[in-house]
């Protein structure tokens, strides 16, 4: 089954929405140089509001002193670290669940990627490739496209993030494993209001074909 994963929730409709959608993994922007930042705060008051979903906390240029610190103190489950990380850091993160971004650039082939998260499959517990950050639709053909991503699928657990569509939704059936995916969150059109129609679509069709339940739990 596909695990869904949010990211970048900054308000309670959000969190509402992804826990009420089946989301295993919500992930919350922790890098005060971001322009999603989000406080641990605010963090902590959204999480009283959602039951059953693992938290993650989404780090930049974070040291790893404070990035320890409130992993602890806000009860984190995921670390997860940005693109520029190195994996010869990983010491000061032994024995925590750690999600490694690697953003995919415009014309990067499937061997540099391969190469990636082979060297960091040893100290994560999945890969998140963000296609979105350039635009990219891989179920669209688009970039290394869905022969790439099946080389990727069977070296670790891959979550995908990238700007999906209903129509390219459906070449996910010729993936030969079930990655995970992320959905960023995004600004309320009003407080409390927001429009979901897109992600709806799309996990219903998911969901229509058996690939994805909103009540599985890895």
């Known amino acids: 089954m596909i695990v869904l994963k949010a990211s970048k929730i900054s308000h309670l409709t959000d969190a509402r929405y992804f826990s009420a959608k089946g989301a295993s993994i919500m992930g919350f922007d922790l890098d005060p140089r971001s322009p999603d930042f989000i406080s641990p705060d605010q963090l902590h008051a959204i999480a009283d509001w959602v039951d059953g979903v693992n938290l993650a906390g989404e780090f930049g240029l974070n040291p790893p002193e404070e990035i320890l610190h409130l992993a602890q103190s806000l009860n984190l489950e995921y670390i997860q670290l940005p693109h520029f990380y190195e994996s010869d850091r990983m010491g000061d993160f032994k024995g925590h669940k750690i999600i ?16 990636r998260i082979t060297d960091w499959a040893p100290h994560c517990r999945a890969v998140e490739l963000d296609f979105q950050a350039q635009g990219i639709n891989p179920l669209a053909e688009e970039g290394i496209g869905i022969s790439g991503l099946n080389e990727l699928l069977d070296l670790h657990q891959c ?5 999906l569509t ?3 939704i459906a070449h996910i059936q010729k993936l030969n494993s ?12 009003k407080v409390g209001f927001k429009s979901f129609e897109d992600i709806d679509a799309i996990l219903d069709y998911l969901e229509e074909i058996g690939w994805f339940d909103p009540y599985f739990y890895p």
């Open 159 to 163: 979550f995908i993030k990238a700007p």
């Open 166 to 168: 209903l129509d390219s």
């Open 100 to 115: 490694k971004t690697i953003i995919v650039e415009r014309g990067v082939n499937t061997s540099s990627l391969a190469h």
């Open 178 to 189: 079930y990655p995970g995916i992320t959905f960023s969150g995004s600004h309320e059109e």
